[in-house]
């Protein structure tokens, strides 16, 4: 599903313009990026919590196709 899809489908539930939807879905996207991007987790209950998880970088391998070797990279 698109973000275009979404705003469809809201407008025909509630009647609103397709503008405001998408204006609407444009800066809760942002509002979102934003808060993620300062560390702070959002949840949203019955929907979702969204957490940026830190992991260690892990190591890559040349691939196993012909002739590569698989060394750690």
């Not at 808060?35 to 929907?47: C, D, E, Q, V």
């Amino acid at each position: 599903m698109t973000k275009k899809d979404i705003v469809f489908q809201i407008c025909e539930k509630t009647g609103m313009e397709s503008k405001d939807v998408a204006l609407a879905m444009t800066t809760f996207v942002k509002v979102v990026e934003d808060t993620l991007a300062k560390g702070k987790p959002i949840y949203i209950r019955g929907f979702a919590s969204l957490i940026i998880k830190k992991k260690k970088p892990k190591k890559g391998r040349k691939g196993f196709q012909k002739g590569a070797t698989g060394e750690q990279i």
